[in-house]
Nanobody
């Protein structure tokens, strides 16, 4: 059974940092693209960042320059370093995975984690 388990969410002050982690298990993710989506209350789930097996990355405009996505292939773990946090970054963050290249449509991802809450205090 495929599992994506996020951790690292919590409370941060505006301007602060958090690092999210996502441990993938249950199948091989060799060759897979992984990424992060987020959903704020009352809003749609939106793409934040993605990373292909080759290391190619893509970010949303809001994440560019502040967030950094990375993965440890040996540990099957995905990371999202979030710096200069803003109140509008507050959301539930989801780890995702799919075969193929990065997509910013959530329905194109095969696997989703349960999410981790990020709260940013102004």
């Amino acid at each position: 059974q495929v599992q994506l388990v996020e951790s690292g969410g919590g409370l941060a002050q505006a301007g602060g940092s958090l690092r999210l982690s996502c441990l993938a298990s249950g199948r091989t993710f060799v060759g897979s693209t992984m990424g992060w989506f987020r959903q704020a209350p009352g809003k749609d789930r939106i793409f934040v960042a993605g990373i292909e097996w080759s290391g190619i990355t893509r970010y949303s405009d809001s994440a560019k320059g502040r967030f950094a996505i990375s993965r440890d292939r040996a540990k099957n773990t995905l990371y999202l370093q979030m710096n200069a946090l803003k109140p509008e970054d507050m959301a539930v963050y989801y780890c995702v995975a799919r075969r193929g290249d990065i997509k910013d449509e959530g329905q194109l991802y095969d696997y989703w984690g349960q999410g981790t809450q990020v709260t940013v205090a102004s």
